[in-house]
């Protein structure tokens, strides 16, 4: 267990604005801090960060926490892990004799086997066991330079070359299972998973190698092959090659397919590239784009399936806040073949001349439609009134508008009045679930919205919330509070949590701080003393209004179920039903 002085000594060290501020833009408002919520997407910041209290909380998701929690959800780590890193942005020596976490040790160890295994991966690349690999690379048109830049590598085509490469180096069978490099057959033996690939590593912002990626030299099995989610590695959480664009000069990013355009395009001298990893751009990648830029250059392939997958991530990024541009490619399928026919002075030409997401839109509608016939220009019509009824800037809206009326011939009026139109259909329906939600959720919290437990005790629950504020302003009500009622009598599983811990703690005359608490507390628990602690409802506290509060409770606990009830003889029933009169008068 970490001591209370040593998380005492860390919290006087780092500021939770300095550490939040790394991975998101935030502006003062009044004595708080707002910004963009990293953990899920926004266009309108809605994460505050509180100085005073060293917490943050979403008033959108729920989210919340305090310095040491913050950076477990943003960098995916366990407790120790959090505590370690902070400690190291600190400086502070961290008591090791207190950090037996079986969880940090597992990803300690699958990042040694990961950083062993592209070094053996590397070095066959760069041996007669490669030559094939090496030469197809060079035949591509990689150089030597940029092949050691990225750490590339090759798989020998065999079952167990790493396998047992990484048990001379005392690596157990356990281990290499969990790192992902290796599995079990259905004998029980291990076996490489990466065979006869070109590999590419994929290692994130701290430098760490944490998965790799495999390019087939044949035509057997997928062309491509990457890992599996380990304890060091999600693949919708990483992004190929930020761990250089990060660095960048550049005021964007550029968004690309693959390993192999992402390389050349770096080799081509812009170092602003970045891929997804085998999977479509997910919210999470788009929101740690946007931890790095406002603006994101699409370079998708020229084909179907690329242009497809454009259209999706603009609408993802749209949802982040991110500003999309969008590279056409002319004359090639790909960045990689572009360059090799035309070099890097004509594709700085092409991102210079990238069009927004909303041209993008606008082009692949008017490929959609014949508007030389009147159903084509009806249709492309209809289409083009609901994209510009999505566009909040009026001024460009007006742009688009009358140059589309001028092109087709058609007056901007009755565009205008398809576009209201929509927009206040959109808005009724709006209108109605925001009526179903306030019906659902009153009183409620961010926090509390997936809560079953909570709604169906909003009353009690909302009762519960308050005294815990009251007891953190206010510890010396501790005494007189566990004299009149107990924290497990409170109703809501996560308040009580809360309570019992609080209690516990300021009778041991320990600390009673987000950070002192994050270690203790589970992850929804965390959220909701945050969102408590956001909501500041009460500034100054008297006995009266803890007294209050546990009137609730106990309005809870003396009251009869149906069971009770049933089972109540004459005389018990009448006196019950004598008090509940009583109560009412």
Known sequence: MIPDSFIQELKASCDIEDVVSAYVKLTRKGKNLV??????????????VYPQTQSFYCFGCGAGGDTITFLRRIENLEYVEAVKLLAQKAG???????????????????????????????????SEPGKDAYRYLIERGRTPKIIRRFGLGYAPDDWNSLVDHLKGKGFREEEMVASGICARSKNGGLYDRFRGRVIFPIIDLRGNVVAFGGRAMGDRGPKYLNSSDTPVFKKSKNLFALNFAKASKAPNLILAEGYM????????????????????????????IAQYTDTIIIAYDSDNAGQAATKRAINIFSEVGVKVNVLTIPDAKDPDEYLKKFGPERFQLLLEGCTNALEFEITKLRKKYDTETADGKVGFLKDFARL??????????????????EELGVSPAAITAQITSIQQGRKRVQAKKEKNDTS?????????????????????AVAEERIIEILIKNPDYVPYFLQNMKPEDFVTEINREIAVLLCERIQTHRSVEPMALSGELSGEAMDRLSAILASETIQRAERSQLDEYMAILKEHNNAKSEQDIAKMDPDEFKHYVDSLTAKKK
Not at 35 to 48: A, N, V, W
Not at 93 to 121: C, H, Q, W
Not at 440 to 460: C, E, M, Q, S, T
């Open 388 to 405: 510009m009824a999505d566009i909040r800037n009026p001024l460009e809206r007006e742009v688009y508008l009358t140059r589309t009326a």
């Open 35 to 48: 910004g963009l919520c990293p953990f899920h997407s926004e266009k309108t910041g809605s994460f505050f």
């Open 440 to 460: 659902i959720y009153i009183g409620d919290i961010a926090a509390g919205r997936k809560d079953l437990d909570r709604r169906r005790n909003l009353k009690y």
């Open 92 to 126: 502070i020596p961290v008591p090791e004799d207190s950090m037996d976490n079986s969880g940090a040790r597992l990803k300690a160890r699958t990042l040694e086997i990961n950083r062993e295994t592209a070094r053996f991966y590397h070095q066959c690349l760069i």
């Open 261 to 288: 355009d992402v390389i050349a395009i770096h080799q081509a001298g812009f170092d602003n590239a970045v891929a997804t990893l085998g999977t479509s751009l997910t919210e999470e990648q788009a929101r740690i």
